[in-house]
């Protein structure tokens, strides 16, 4: 069976993939800065900051799935944890390039995660595809930059998928995790006026899509993995607190508060549009929960 090596593996996002993975028979490697964690998988040392890799991670991938990368939403984007964003994502993807060209590696394919942010903390109506282009705000140029490390991949002839991901719903951590905090404390609130969308996904779909990207040979380029079901704050908090059976009447956290507490960063929860994932569909793709209320009782049962 093919030898899939997942970069950022340990994360939330790869510890579900990688059991999707083995359940499908997949052989899989993870690529980590830290191998003392208990996996149960292959663990190969890298350290993207010292363009250090074991290369024998490499040699024998199928596949990579870059998915390493430091945390958007852990802490205030100071000038350095800036930094450390973008570089943790783009020279990780340089490494595995060089390290790829290296080995004389015949990947199959190279599928890189990337974020619905590629379109910009921005609150509308305006639905938003694949071929619109990127922001100028802070996660926009992050994206494209990540993006277009991953692109370099496809100019050596390898197959390239660039997944932008929504928020990801997991009972495992993630953005959710914070989310319910206040919701089951009984004061869940919409965040600023509550307009702005919330692009989810939940995580099995995600995974179903990482695997497609595997399989369906025809894949190439970016796709927007959002579940077709736009939501604004306001509606996913409400949808959220039923789920939880637990009462919505709080009145809305203002927007100055997370802006002096989150600073730039305060715009992941503040601003948002709406994303399409017809490519996606139109490509084949089947979402298992296309609707919040299922995908949260699914998350919540
Ligand atoms: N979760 C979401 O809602 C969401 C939404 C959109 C996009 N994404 C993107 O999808 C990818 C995976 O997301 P996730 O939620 O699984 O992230 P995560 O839980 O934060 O895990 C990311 C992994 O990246 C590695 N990493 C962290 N800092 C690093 C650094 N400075 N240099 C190199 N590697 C580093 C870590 O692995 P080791 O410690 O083992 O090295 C970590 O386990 C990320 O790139 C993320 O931006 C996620």
Request: glycine share 8%.
């Amino acid at each position: 069976m093919d030898r899939v090596l997942i970069s950022g593996g340990t994360g939330l996002i790869g510890k579900h993939l990688t059991a999707k993975l083995k359940e499908k028979g997949y052989n899989v490697a993870l690529l980590s800065r830290n191998t003392g964690q208990k996996t149960g998988l292959q663990l190969y040392h890298w350290d993207p900051g010292k363009s250090e890799i074991d290369s024998g991670a490499i040699s024998d991938a199928d596949f990579i799935i870059h998915l390493a990368g430091a945390n958007i939403g852990e802490r205030r984007w100071t000038r350095e944890r800036r930094k450390l964003i973008l570089e943790s994502r783009v020279k990780s993807g340089d490494l595995l390039l060089r390290s790829v060209t290296a080995n004389n590696n015949k990947l199959k394919a190279f599928i890189s995660a990337s974020a619905v942010g590629y379109y910009g903390a921005i609150t509308s109506d305006k639905i938003f595809y694949e071929e619109d282009p990127p922001s100028s705000d802070f996660l926009g140029e992050t994206c494209l930059k990540w993006e277009q490390s991953a692109d370099r991949f496809e100019e050596k002839g390898i197959r390239t998928i660039k997944i932008r991901t929504g928020v990801v719903l997991s009972s495992h951590g993630g953005a959710l995790a914070k989310m319910i905090i206040p919701v089951k404390m009984g004061v869940g609130s919409a965040i600023g006026n509550g307009e702005q969308y919330m692009t989810w996904i939940h995580v099995e779909d995600l995974c179903n899509i990482y695997v497609k990207a595997i399989e369906d040979v025809k894949m190439r380029g970016a796709y927007n993995a959002a579940a077709p079901d736009h939501r604004t704050n306001k509606e996913f908090t409400k949808s959220l607190a039923q789920a939880l059976r637990k009462p919505f009447w709080f009145p809305n956290i203002p927007a100055f508060a997370l802006k002096i507490l989150f600073g730039e960063m305060s715009d992941i929860l503040l601003k948002g549009s709406r994303v399409s994932s017809e490519k996606l569909i139109s490509e084949g793709y089947s979402f298992k929960f296309p609707d919040l209320e299922n995908a949260l009782n699914n998350l919540f049962r």
